[in-house]
């Protein structure tokens, strides 16, 4: 059985590019969230899909985007890069919400 | 004040201790996560539990619904144990708040 995986695993950017970060989830797993980590901080609730369609979202702005695809693998897409994006990006999966998460490696993204 | 407090915030322990990390939260929630860190940044899922009490191996959590508490123990601590234990609930049924984490390490 395969894990959550990610990719890429580390990113570098400049201010006012956009990124695609992607994530495979657990197989058998219909449900991916998407969390930020700044450094020294607890991660921070993106979003949630479940079965392709958004299934909740945190205060993040609309920059901030995602897409879940029929074989449940997902996207995190953000749009004009700010410095204070600089983070590490986690996924994870889960066989539907509200059970237990498993969680990807994460990407380290740095925009300069 | 955050939804989800950690104490203590950095512990170190000798090879053996027994250790007891503590969360408390104000919101609702349907379940809790304990969750260890290494420095790289991967999560691993130690724990979910919305009542009562589990154990794996050395790791025992309790959670306290009434009293919107939980603690994490680990038992004969050991340096391979050295992480940042982060304790999030679940609020509704996607929503993970995490706290900001405990960071412990044992000594030899």
């Known amino acids: 059985e395969t894990g959550v995986t990610q990719s890429p695993t580390h990113l570098i950017k400049t201010r006012g590019q956009q990124v695609t970060l992607r994530c495979s989830s657990q197989?058998?797993?219909?449900?991916v969230s998407w969390y930020q980590q700044a450094l020294g901080q607890g991660p921070q609730f993106i979003f949630q899909y479940y079965r392709e369609e958004e299934n909740g979202r945190g205060n993040f702005p609309p920059r901030f985007s995602g897409l879940q695809f029929p074989n449940y693998s997902s996207e995190l897409n953000v749009n004009a890069l700010e410095l204070d994006d600089s983070a590490l990006y986690l996924c994870?999966?889960?066989?539907?919400?509200?059970?237990?998460?498993?969680f990807g490696p994460g990407t380290r993204l740095t925009v300069t | 004040k955050n939804e989800v407090e950690q104490s203590p915030q950095n512990l170190t322990a000798q090879e053996g201790e027994f250790i007891t990390i503590n969360c408390s939260y104000s919101v609702g929630i349907s379940a809790l996560h304990w969750l260890q860190q290494h420095p790289g940044g991967g999560i691993v899922s130690l724990f979910m539990l919305s009542s009562g009490k589990k154990k794996h191996g050395r790791l025992i959590a309790t959670i306290n619904i009434q009293e919107k508490h939980s603690s994490l123990h680990i038992t004969a601590s050991h340096p391979r144990d050295s992480a940042v234990y982060i304790c999030a609930v679940l609020y509704n049924t996607d929503k993970l708040i995490f706290g900001t984490g405990t960071r412990l390490q044992v000594f030899p």
């Open positions: 197989s058998g797993h219909n449900t």
């Open positions: 994870a999966s889960s066989p539907a919400a509200g059970y237990e998460q498993y």
